[in-house]
């Protein structure tokens, strides 16, 4: 089992930054990478960005590429999401994937990130 939280979700105005953190903790040496996803009211949730815990390799969604930067604390197994430029549309649940190298997938809660205009 992994257990997943996140927290720096806020309120912030157009223009303006956010740092998400995810903490992992339980079977972390299964990971194989982790990522970020966002759910937005009435959509889909849909991928933010991801990083390959190994290598450290990281890709984005489109809409982010640019804006938005995941990083990784290995000794603290803590996942990051740098979002810069927000822009109201960046509105939305975010929440954090872990995958293992057998293909499950754990979830946090999710926090909320509100932008405003």
């Known amino acids: 089992q992994v257990r997943l939280v996140e927290s720096g979700g806020g309120l912030v105005q157009a223009g303006g930054s956010l740092r998400l953190s995810c903490a992992a903790s339980g079977r972390t040496d299964s990971r194989y990478d982790m990522g970020w996803y966002r759910q937005a009211p009435g959509k889909e949730r849909d991928i933010v960005g991801r990083?390959?815990?190994?290598?450290?390799?990281?890709d984005y969604a489109d809409s982010v590429e640019g804006r938005f930067t995941i990083s990784r604390d290995n000794a603290k197994n803590t996942v990051y999401l740098q979002m810069n430029s927000l822009k109201p549309e960046d509105t939305a649940i975010y929440y954090c994937?872990?995958?293992?190298?057998?293909?499950?997938?754990?979830w946090g809660r999710g926090t909320q990130v509100t932008v405003s205009s």
């Open positions: 994937k872990f995958t293992t190298w057998g293909g499950e997938n754990y």
């Open positions: 990083i390959i815990w190994s290598g450290g390799n990281t």
